[in-house]
């Protein structure tokens, strides 16, 4: 396996990571009153002040850069980082982290059947028994035959959250090299704090801040220690690392290995909300384990000229006529 490779698949283990943490960090601040709206907008917009000063000294004379990916970072700041965490933390509201997660990680599925559209080639058999045994996993390590009630509008939102994060994967993939990791992710958190700002002044995605303690694993914490795990490992860490995975990795394998956020996040909520696993679920995490190894098996075994140049790592697609392609 070549060195990129590995690194890729650390990168996307770390950004899964990052990311599960989010839902039982912000479900503490959602459980005090804050608003998902609120929520986003302290995470976006703390984490686009984190990045602002690297962003800056990183565009020294490159200003031209953001002129040349303007459309793209609108497109992702707006779709990838402010829709998609506002309808991730509205569903979280009203399901479970679990539930909320399984709707959300539809998305490799999304990726697999946009790249058949886009290349008019349908998935080997490899690609689709990995995607099965990588669903039939996350339907384990949720555990939905517990009492789990669905909520229509919740269940949209979780939609809603998948359809934008599949945009992610896609986007951090096909990203030119001429628009660094950290200048994406900075100028995209920068986009996307605009986004809820305008959101919530028109009254589409309100905020509601409370200050007073969370319950964080049996014991009371101050309401900024969330607020900083959100901003700094959860959103900064988070999506700067999952955009190096993408690009080392291409869209569909970097959202495979992401899939594993679902074990992370519940391994989260076992340290933080003291939910201990059951055996069904280590199953399930065993099940998306091996479905990423098959889709990854099946991306080594075909050769570079017939790979499919939608989803390969480093390479922009010659007409971006779609915007977000």
Request: hydrophobic share 55%; glycine share 12%.
């Amino acid at each position: 396996m070549r060195s990129g490779t590995v690194t890729g698949l650390w990168f996307a283990l770390l950004s899964a990571a990052s990311f599960g943490v989010s839902g039982p960090f912000a479900k503490s601040l959602l459980e005090i009153g804050w608003s998902p709206g609120a929520a986003v907008g302290v995470r976006i917009g703390g984490a686009a002040l984190v990045l602002a000063v690297p962003v800056i000294i990183g565009l020294r004379g490159r200003w031209g850069t953001l002129r040349r990916n303007g459309l793209t970072l609108i497109i992702y700041g707006a779709t990838a980082i402010a829709l998609c965490q506002f309808f991730y933390f509205s569903a979280v509201q009203r399901m479970s982290v679990g539930v909320s997660l399984l709707l959300e990680y539809l998305a490799p599925v999304l990726i697999v059947g946009w790249l058949w559209v886009r290349s008019r080639r349908a998935p080997s058999r490899l690609t689709v028994s990995g995607s099965a045994a990588a669903m039939l996993g996350l339907l384990l390590v949720l555990d939905l035959t517990g009492d789990q009630r669905l909520d229509p509008v919740g269940v949209l939102f979780g939609l809603g959250a998948a359809v934008c994060l599949a945009v992610f994967f896609v986007m951090s993939a096909k990203a030119d090299d001429d628009l660094p990791p950290l200048i994406m992710a900075g100028g995209g958190m920068m986009v996307g704090a605009l986004t809820i700002l305008v959101l919530g002044l028109v009254g589409v995605m309100p905020f509601a801040f409370t200050f007073q303690d969370v319950t964080l694993a049996g014991r009371q914490a101050h309401w900024l220690v969330p607020v900083l795990v959100l901003v700094i490992i959860a959103t900064v860490l988070a999506y700067f690392t999952g955009i190096l995975a993408a690009r080392g990795l291409g869209s569909k394998v970097a959202s495979f290995v992401g899939l594993t956020e679902v074990m992370f996040a519940v391994l989260a909520s076992w340290l933080i909300l003291r939910e201990l696993p059951s055996a069904i679920q280590l199953l399930g995490g065993a099940l998306i384990v091996g479905g990423v190894i098959l889709v990854r098996i099946d991306e080594l075994r075909r050769m570079p000229d017939a790979a499919d140049p939608l989803d390969q790592p480093n390479v922009v697609e010659p007409v971006p006529t779609t915007g977000a392609g």
